[in-house]
């Protein structure tokens, strides 16, 4: 080696989502004592001072995608026989679960293990049920409204049956999950929710119950609804350090939310008929 001659190291690849979590944890809270908890000054927590961005970035990327398909009708430049809807829906599972965890990561720190696999094994599961649910879709745009036989039937229940039932199984266990990390790894930072993180409840609660009304499939996402509350419940008894966690509290609001969006809409219109059949989309 010449004399003065120095070996650079490279520089790690740090995946955009790990970037975006870290910037959202200050450095203060982003290792944890034992207890789960990030102790300031005097003993007061350390609050994540950014981290209600990622919960109001999860909530909007949330609102905006799943109903992306429903609003832009218009023709695809680049191929006339899809809709920007369509196109758009194609980013739908990368974002919101790319910010999902991000948003855990933030919260919890670290996420692998068997709560690792279990996150990519509901990734899969919602991309498998989206992802034909965004094929048979934008194929049935294509066939005559009232056109009959075995090829629409088909195509009508990969779209609206089979597809949707794979897909809101993985949504409507998401805030499950989101609870069950918290339970299992402990939040990093005793921060309470502010109003930031309330109203991205809000927007992520109606956003759930809309959608499962528009998917046909109440009877399906509002048992897991009611179970995430059961176990928020048992959390709010068993586990008291979880209930400042802005987390639990985003979980919670949002499912008390979406339940009722469920009730209120079957009360009024006795039962669950789709936005589209109303007349809202």
Request: charged share 15%.
């Amino acid at each position: 080696m010449a004399p003065g001659l120095r070996i650079r190291r490279p520089r790690a690849v740090i995946p955009a989502t790990a970037r975006l979590a870290a910037w959202a944890t200050p450095r203060r809270s982003r290792r944890a004592p034992s207890d789960g908890g990030h102790a300031g000054p005097g003993g007061a927590a350390t609050a994540p001072r950014r981290s209600w961005i990622l919960f109001v970035l999860f909530s909007v990327i949330y609102a905006f995608f799943i109903s992306a398909p429903a609003l832009f009708h218009q023709e695809f430049p680049l191929r006339r026989d899809i809709e920007w809807g369509d196109v758009l829906d194609i980013a739908t599972p990368l974002l919101v679960f790319a910010t999902a965890w991000a948003l855990m990561r933030a919260s919890v720190g670290s996420l692998g293990g068997r709560l690792g696999f279990a996150f990519l094994l509901l990734a899969l599961v919602w991309t498998q049920g989206q992802g034909m649910h965004l094929a048979a879709n934008s194929i049935q745009h294509q066939v005559p409204e009232n056109a009959s036989g075995a090829l629409p039937d088909l195509i009508h229940f990969y779209d609206e049956q089979l597809s949707h039932y794979i897909w809101y199984l993985g949504a409507g266990l998401l805030p499950l999950f989101f609870l069950v990390v918290l339970w299992r790894r402990r939040p990093v930072s005793d921060a309470r929710a502010g109003p930031a993180v309330l109203l991205a409840a809000v927007l992520y609660g109606v956003t759930l119950g809309l959608s499962s009304i528009e998917a046909a499939v109440v009877p399906l996402t509002f048992s897991f609804f009611v179970l995430t509350l059961v176990f928020a419940a048992f959390l709010y008894r068993s586990a008291p350090p979880l209930r400042r966690a802005a987390l639990f509290t985003f979980c919670l609001t949002a499912v008390a939310v979406a339940i009722g969006v469920l009730v209120g809409w079957g009360a009024y219109h006795g039962g669950w008929p789709e936005l589209s059949d109303v007349g809202l989309i």
